[in-house]
């Protein structure tokens, strides 16, 4: 279908067959149908306004917490750029605005040199600020729901609309944003705090991620949802899953709910090792573990 649909006129960049597996932490899966990387946001807006409504769209961000399948993903994957990635304090001492594209480590430095604390946790998501509002993204006992007031999307017709937190249906690693828009700002509150105090505690997450997670590795971030009552990382190791391969796919040994690419593995392994995984646990545990990481596009 590439060869042949008609898609609107582009400023920013617009790729046939685009390899994603370069773009995602696992370093695995096939290409892209097309992916667009827009100028800004009117190059964005107007592309979406003029494409076939029946053309599939999907944000892709930094990559991580996304299994890619092999056969690829159909229709327009959409990358937000440097004229997304931004972050500014109001100088309220209290509140910022940031673009889609815009890493969770920017997000947080931004706001310990303004004063705000409370935002300190994205520090130690691997992600973009759309990714983020999406899926709830949280870490160390807070949420983006926590700290989120309001976003501004792209809908998948083109319509720019400014959605108040509230109105995204948040639950735990999920929201109701609607299908195939894509999120383009977002405004962020905390409370003002001592920027020592607030990049001392960046610092501890920091250290406490490095030191429990595989991070220098080819993974996909936390793999499974913590069931109520429950950690997924110490399920997975009570069914005996810590360092279970498949191929090329790994159980971490370090955190075993992170599951490793270890060189060649290919989507189809990594999927196949987690399906695994969740089969060993309920018959366990009786517990049904839920993916967090999305899994995209169609099989080989």
């Not at 109001?90 to 409370?118: E, F, K, N, P, Y």
């Not at 899926?135 to 989120?148: F, K, Q, W």
């Not at 069931?227 to 190791?237: N, Q, R, S, T, Y």
């Not at 498949?246 to 392994?269: I, M, P, R, W, Y």
Request: charged share 20%.
């Amino acid at each position: 279908m590439s060869a042949l649909l008609a898609l609107p006129p582009v400023r920013g960049r617009l790729t046939a067959n685009a390899p994603l597996a370069p773009l995602v932490w696992f370093k695995s899966g096939g290409a892209a149908e097309w992916l667009f990387e827009p100028r800004d946001m009117a190059d964005l807006r107007d592309f979406l306004a003029g494409l076939d409504p029946a053309v599939p769209v999907m944000a892709l961000g930094l990559g991580s917490n996304l299994i890619v399948r092999d056969g690829g993903v159909r229709g327009v994957v959409v990358r937000l750029g440097k004229a997304f990635s931004f972050a500014t304090a109001w100088g309220d001492g209290q509140t910022m605005t940031c673009g889609g594209g815009t890493s969770g480590i920017l997000v947080s430095s931004t706001a310990r040199d303004a004063g705000i604390a409370g935002l300190e946790f994205l520090r130690s998501i691997p992600g973009t600020v759309g990714g983020f509002v999406r899926m709830n993204g949280g870490a160390y006992g807070r949420e983006t729901s926590d700290v989120l007031t309001a976003c501004v999307v792209v809908l998948r017709d083109g319509t720019v609309v400014t959605m108040p937190a509230e109105a995204l249906g948040y639950s735990y690693r999920h929201s109701e944003l609607p299908k195939g828009c894509i999120v383009v700002e977002a405004t962020f509150v905390g409370t003002p705090g001592d920027p020592a105090a607030i990049g001392a505690e960046m610092d501890r997450i920091a250290a406490e991620r490095d030191a429990s997670q595989p991070l220098r590795s080819r993974t996909g971030g936390s793999t499974f949802k913590n069931p109520a009552g429950h950690k997924a990382w110490e399920l997975v190791d009570a069914a005996g899953c810590r360092g279970l391969t498949l191929g090329d796919a790994q159980v971490s040994e370090k955190h075993c709910n992170f599951l490793l690419n270890l060189g060649n593995a290919t989507s189809a392994d990594i999927e196949a090792l987690g399906d695994e995984v969740r089969a060993r646990v309920k018959a366990r545990s009786g517990i049904d573990l839920e993916w967090e990481i999305a899994r995209v596009g169609e099989p080989a």
